[in-house]
């Protein structure tokens, strides 16, 4: 092959490549607030995934810090950055990220079952996690109701429902109305928290009715947990009879065999509960859940 072909070859790669970057650059370049939001209100799961990573990546690309710094952090801090460098576009946003969370709790919590047509390769998990963590850093009232509708996923969004405490209380108790067992635990666990940080009497007798209701509940896990909360109370040993009487009666078993022996060559896990509290209410032990 002679230079002046090779030669040819080269420059026609290059020109190639150049296309191929400008067409890249092109679609960066057309890709807007208001096309990616429209993204996002799809029915679509994995239509408003993309649309949720190219929002991030636009905020990424809009950012006044370096590259370096701005490309370590996590959706959640990147966004309100950008949010507050860009107030004109910032309330849209938050809306939308808050309606988006709305939607997605939905098939996450609600019916447990995401979409079928969302795609294989996509990571919904993760997804799921880093939308929670940026509706939670957006510091808005309105954000509440969808991290409600998330508590059942721990951390993230019980940490933000928190921070607005008494504002969330009323959402928080009327999920002790739903019919998973894992909401009603998370509702008991989130009153407790929102009660007991309140200081005030009136907040500590209905901590304390929302165990009592609790321990009647139909789900073990309920009771379970409601059994746990009753070991950091200061006045724990008034449900000494209540604990000794479940310790004894609570139905549900499970396989295997309680490692303290109570429950002879079976489980009872509620019973199992209440003899370490007892144990530790007898004990002096300090809060344990």
Do not use: W
């Amino acid at each position: 092959m002679s230079k002046r072909t090779m030669l040819s070859i080269v420059l026609m790669a290059l020109v190639a490549i150049g296309h191929a970057y400008g067409q890249l650059q092109a679609t960066t370049s057309t890709t807007s607030v208001p096309d990616i939001l429209e993204r996002m209100s799809s029915s679509d799961l994995h239509t408003q995934k993309v649309a949720f990573d190219d929002l991030v990546e636009y905020a990424r690309s809009h950012s006044t810090e370096s590259p370096q710094v701005v490309g370590a952090e996590l959706p959640g801090e990147v966004l309100p950055k950008f949010l507050s460098q860009h107030p004109e576009e910032a309330d849209e946003i938050k809306v939308e990220l808050i309606a988006l969370l709305t939607e997605e709790n939905r098939y996450f919590i609600e019916t447990k079952n995401p979409p079928a047509d969302a795609h294989q390769e996509d990571d919904i998990s993760e997804h799921y996690a880093e939308l929670i963590d940026s509706v939670a850093s957006l510091n808005d009232e309105r954000a509440i109701p969808a991290l409600v509708g998330a508590m059942t996923t721990g951390g993230m969004a019980q940490n933000a429902i928190l921070k607005y405490g008494d504002k969330a209380l009323s959402l928080v108790l009327m999920q002790f109305k739903s019919p998973d067992n894992l909401t009603r635990v998370s509702a008991l666990n989130m009153a407790s928290a929102i009660l007991s940080t309140k200081g005030d009497r009136a907040s500590h007798d209905q901590m304390i009715a929302l165990i009592q209701t609790s321990l009647k509940d139909p789900a073990a896990v309920v009771r379970g947990h409601a059994v746990r909360e009753i070991t950091c109370l200061d006045e724990r040993s008034t449900f000494i009879p209540e604990l000794q009487q479940i310790a004894k009666t609570d139905p549900d078993k499970l396989p295997g065999k309680a490692d303290d022996g109570g429950d002879g060559d079976e489980f009872y896990p509620v019973r199992y509960d209440a003899r370490r509290v007892l144990r530790d209410i007898q004990n002096n032990t300090g809060c344990n859940r």
